[in-house]
């Protein structure tokens, strides 16, 4: 079965610095989503990604796809307080309704 | 947008209870799930339904069942609640195989 690994688990930066967090999938993703979670509360959708290559961005948020669709990258840029919180990354794999979850990194941003 | 609904935020039961969470959206989505987040191990799905009256099991359906006897309300249900069933439970539904939507979460503990 397919699985989604994260990394890293979790993330301390400063307030402003940029960070990364990867999404490695064990099979060729068909649908890559980007979640984040408030601490205690359900999940809000940030980004979708689909085609291999493909790159999209909201605010200071950037989430692209390799080429091979089996790995997926969130960056964010200057980081603030406000985008402390659990980003998860979920795949929906062809041919089945089920969604599938990485573990998680949880961000913490010091001010 | 679309609103997913969960009926309790925080419950406390004790172990041997029957326990119902509820779900409800508003969208007239065909698929709706049921996970569990636990610390470490990200968001595991329980089941999931497709339409009305049909379900399958997710990755960890053992002690727990569903039902789907309306489009918009899938609800969990936690047959003899269990100390190892303390966790949060996040519903969520899709249409097609497209993005899910989130609710809440209710952090469910079992004394």
């Known amino acids: 079965s397919q699985e989604l690994e994260q990394s890293p688990q979790s993330l301390i930066v400063q307030e402003g610095k940029n960070l990364t967090i990867n999404c490695t999938s064990s099979?060729?993703?068909?649908?890559l989503y980007w979640y984040k979670q408030k601490y205690g509360e359900g999940l809000i959708f940030l980004m979708m990604l689909q085609k291999g290559g493909e790159e999209k961005s909201h605010e200071k948020i950037t989430a692209k796809l390799d080429e091979k669709k089996q790995q997926s990258s969130l960056h964010i840029t200057a980081s603030q307080p406000s985008h402390a919180g659990i980003y998860l990354c979920?795949?929906?794999?062809?041919?089945?309704?089920?969604?599938?979850f990485g573990t998680g990194t949880r961000l913490k941003v010091l001010a | 947008d679309v609103k997913v609904t969960q009926s309790s935020r925080y419950l406390v039961k004790r172990t041997g209870e029957k326990v119902f969470l509820e779900c409800v959206q508003d969208m007239d989505h065909e698929n709706m799930f049921w996970y569990r987040q636990d610390p470490g191990l990200g968001l595991r799905l329980i089941y999931f339904s497709y339409d009305v009256k049909m379900k399958e099991k997710g990755d960890i359906p053992e002690g727990y069942s569903v039902s789907r006897e309306k489009k918009e309300r899938f609800s969990l249900i936690l047959e003899s609640a269990s100390t190892n069933q303390t966790s949060m439970y996040l519903c969520?539904?899709?249409?097609?195989?497209?993005?899910?939507?989130f609710g809440q979460g209710t952090r469910l503990t079992v004394v």
């Open positions: 099979k060729t993703l068909y649908g």
């Open positions: 979920g795949a929906g794999p062809s041919g089945t309704y089920k969604y599938i």
């Open positions: 969520a539904s899709q249409v097609s195989a497209g993005r899910a939507f």
